[in-house]
């Protein structure tokens, strides 16, 4: 998992290394500065999307589609997210590159490479109110929502990540049942969930360049809806939702012969989520595979990216262990 982590990071430190101008304004009067700070710019925002969703995944709790059923009931999931993403691969860039001869200001095309993206996060759903009987079924219970996002510290190959406010971060949401899963009734529910990484600081060396991400923070929010039913050994849950994401992060560089340069980008992206979540009961566990994507929103860059655009369609899926009582 830490390996996918810094693959995610590292893309990041990518975009850093190439602002070598006034990154937090792109009019630089040097063609190459004003290249280089656009690709930097375009980096940050084709890798956030992929970032957020990996983080989003897709339901609220694994398996799970509507209320636990008041207290003392409660269910703990580990859950691994992985999306499909994809890298651009800069070892071919250059900011002095121009198809006309008569200006080095110009738009690349850069080439991209499929990657699968990964994440842990541990969830928990508890019980808070039952709801109201209604006939064979309750209407009305309510669960609190807990989640936990986890990006280890790391420091090899000429970069260095680190968690200054620690490597884990707690996120909360809500869950009311429209309906409570029985012998007869699925379970039907409505939630709303906040996930964030915690905060990241990279610095990077690459010969004589020297690349700092400070800041780096995603969050996301996402409402979702959800019906699940359990038939013996195994169950189903489909859902849908919405998630925003929002991602920011202070870059500062030096690339000799230039003096240093800051930047500070920011992405805000509303996107669609649909998931389906199939399980297996074992006891008081299930095992669950979700499948999943995620669609929606515009990013608009300078460059091109080949294969897949910045505001692409993900597909991704998650595998998980569920205990509950």
Same mark, same amino acid.
């Given at each position: 998992?830490?390996?996918?982590?810094?693959?995610?990071?590292?893309?990041?430190?990518?975009?850093?290394?190439?602002?070598?101008?006034?990154?937090?304004?792109?009019?630089?009067?040097?063609?190459?500065?004003?290249?280089?700070?656009?690709?930097?710019?375009?980096?940050?925002?084709?890798?956030?999307?992929?970032?957020?969703?990996?983080?989003?995944?897709?339901?609220? !709790?694994?398996?799970?589609?509507?209320?636990?059923?008041?207290?003392?009931?409660?269910?703990?999931? $580990?859950?691994?997210?992985?999306?499909?993403?994809?890298?651009?691969?800069? #070892?071919?860039?250059?900011?002095?590159?121009?198809?006309?001869? $008569?200006?080095?200001?110009?738009?690349?095309?850069?080439?991209?490479?499929?990657?699968?993206?990964?994440?842990?996060?541990?969830?928990?759903?508890?019980?808070?109110?039952?709801?109201?009987?209604?006939?064979? !079924?309750?209407?009305?219970?309510?669960?609190?929502?807990?989640?936990?996002?986890?990006?280890?510290?790391?420091?090899?190959?000429? /970069? !260095?990540?680190?968690?200054?406010?620690?490597?884990?971060?707690?996120?909360?949401?809500? #869950?009311?049942?429209? $309906?409570?899963?029985?012998?007869?009734?699925?379970?039907?529910?409505?939630?709303?969930?906040?996930? %964030?990484?915690?905060?990241?600081?990279?610095?990077?060396?690459?010969?004589?360049?020297?690349? %700092? /991400?400070?800041?780096?923070?995603?969050?996301?929010?996402?409402?979702?809806?959800?019906?699940?039913?359990?038939?013996?050994?195994?169950?189903?849950?489909?859902?849908?939702?919405?998630?925003?994401?929002?991602?920011?992060?202070?870059?500062?560089?030096?690339?000799?012969?230039?003096?240093?340069?800051?930047?500070? /980008?920011?992405?805000?992206?509303?996107?669609?989520?649909?998931?389906? %979540?199939?399980?297996?009961?074992?006891?008081?566990?299930? $095992?669950?595979?979700?499948?999943?994507?995620?669609?929606?929103?515009?990013?608009?860059?300078?460059?091109?990216?080949?294969?897949?655009?910045? %505001?692409?369609? #993900?597909?991704?899926?998650?595998?998980?262990?569920?205990?509950?009582?």
């Amino acid at each position: 998992m830490k390996c996918n982590l810094v693959v995610v990071m590292g893309a990041l430190v990518a975009s850093a290394v190439t602002v070598e101008g006034q990154a937090s304004q792109c009019n630089s009067s040097v063609a190459p500065q004003q290249n280089a700070c656009n690709m930097g710019v375009d980096l940050f925002n084709y890798m956030a999307p992929q970032l957020g969703a990996v983080i989003a995944g897709g339901n609220t !709790t694994l398996g799970q589609g509507g209320t636990m059923g008041g207290f003392p009931r409660f269910a703990i999931s $580990l859950r691994a997210n992985a999306l499909a993403g994809s890298l651009p691969q800069l #070892r071919s860039y250059t900011p002095f590159y121009s198809p006309n001869p $008569l200006s080095n200001t110009s738009a690349q095309t850069v080439p991209t490479k499929n990657q699968v993206l990964a994440m842990p996060v541990v969830d928990a759903s508890i019980g808070v109110f039952p709801g109201l009987s209604l006939g064979v !079924t309750r209407v009305g219970g309510i669960d609190a929502l807990v989640n936990v996002s986890y990006i280890p510290e790391y420091n090899g190959g000429g /970069v !260095t990540v680190k968690t200054p406010n620690g490597s884990t971060k707690f996120g909360y949401g809500v #869950r009311v049942g429209v $309906l409570q899963e029985g012998l007869l009734t699925p379970g039907i529910g409505v939630s709303y969930v906040k996930r %964030d990484l915690p905060t990241v600081d990279i610095h990077a060396t690459a010969g004589q360049n020297s690349i %700092d /991400v400070n800041a780096l923070d995603a969050k996301t929010t996402s409402w979702r809806v959800t019906a699940s039913k359990s038939f013996l050994l195994y169950g189903l849950a489909l859902g849908g939702g919405q998630d925003k994401y929002e991602s920011s992060a202070s870059i500062s560089g030096v690339a000799p012969p230039y003096v240093p340069a800051t930047a500070n /980008v920011s992405q805000s992206l509303t996107r669609t989520n649909y998931f389906a %979540d199939v399980y297996m009961n074992m006891m008081l566990a299930k $095992l669950v595979a979700e499948i999943g994507t995620t669609s929606g929103g515009k990013v608009a860059t300078y460059n091109t990216f080949s294969g897949k655009p910045a %505001d692409a369609s #993900r597909l991704y899926g998650s595998l998980g262990l569920r205990i509950g009582f």
